[in-house]
T-cell receptor
Framework: TQLLEQSPQFLSIQEGENLTVYCNSS?????LQWYRQEPGEGPVLLVT?????EVKKLKRLTFQFGDARKDSSLHITAAQPGDTGLYLC??????????FGAGTRLTVKP | GAVVSQHPSWVICKSGTSVKIECRSL??????MFWYRQFPKQSLMLMAT?????????EQGVEKDKFLINHASLTLSTLTVTSAHPEDSSFYIC?????????????FGQGTRLTVV
């Protein structure tokens, strides 16, 4: 079973639409990371959130860490075909290791 | 960010043989390295945590005698898949955490695709 529940698992939208991906857990994390992974490659770090309630923006991507540090969301505004990929959330446990969500496979159609 | 290099990027081996995968931190020292396995269309599953100079900690369900991990230096960890079988075919990814404590970031290698025939 996944420590982190990510939803939705699959998302197919048209270019220009907005979307939100959720990452939820019953556990508290010292930090949470969002990654994007291309086929056949390792995950590439997008952002790390550490403080409960923290909001970080990266161009059209907005990341939020829940107040209790158990959940996070990724919001993409005006999605583009280049945003297509597998988005993974990962939480750093109190023991120091990282656990991944199941991933959200995003397809943005032109 | 820091660079983690995995070698080889892909390998094909015969059933019953052993395969060694290397994970190197190129520009930093890593006290801890993590080994993950990723099956097609699935997420990364942690296999084991490797600490320099000590025995690796394996996740439940991961056979330590089958997946041998050695972390002999602060820049190199190796994963050896022994007596590989077709069901071991997967994408193996390592990550390395820089010396300095549990809150430092971990960086990922590019992965190794293992195919056992």
């Amino acid at each position: 079973t996944q420590l982190l529940e990510q939803s939705p698992q699959f998302l197919s939208i048209q270019e220009g639409e907005n979307l939100t991906v959720y990452c939820n857990s019953s556990s508290v994390f010292s930090s949470l990371q969002w990654y994007r992974q291309e086929p056949g490659e390792g995950p590439v770090l997008l952002v790390t959130v550490v403080t409960g309630g923290e909001v970080k923006k990266l161009k059209r991507l907005t990341f939020q860490f829940g107040d209790a540090r158990k959940d996070s969301s990724l919001h993409i505004t005006a999605a583009q075909p280049g945003d297509t990929g597998l988005y993974l959330c990962a939480g750093r446990t109190q023991a120091g290791d990282m656990r991944f969500g199941a991933g959200t496979r995003l397809t943005v159609k032109p | 960010g820091a660079v983690v290099s995995q070698h080889p990027s892909w390998v094909i081996c015969k059933s019953g043989t052993s395969v060694k995968i290397e994970c190197r931190s190129l520009d930093f020292q890593a006290t801890t390295m993590f080994w993950y396995r990723q099956f097609p269309k699935q997420s990364l599953m942690l296999m084991a945590t490797s600490n320099e100079g000590s025995k690796a900690t394996y996740e439940q369900g991961v056979e330590k005698d089958k997946f041998l991990i050695n972390h002999a230096s602060l820049t190199l960890s190796t994963l050896t898949v022994t007596s590989a079988h077709p069901e071991d075919s997967s994408f193996y990814i390592c990550s390395a955490r820089e010396l300095g404590g549990m809150n430092t970031e971990a960086f990922f290698g590019q992965g190794t695709r293992l195919t056992v025939v």
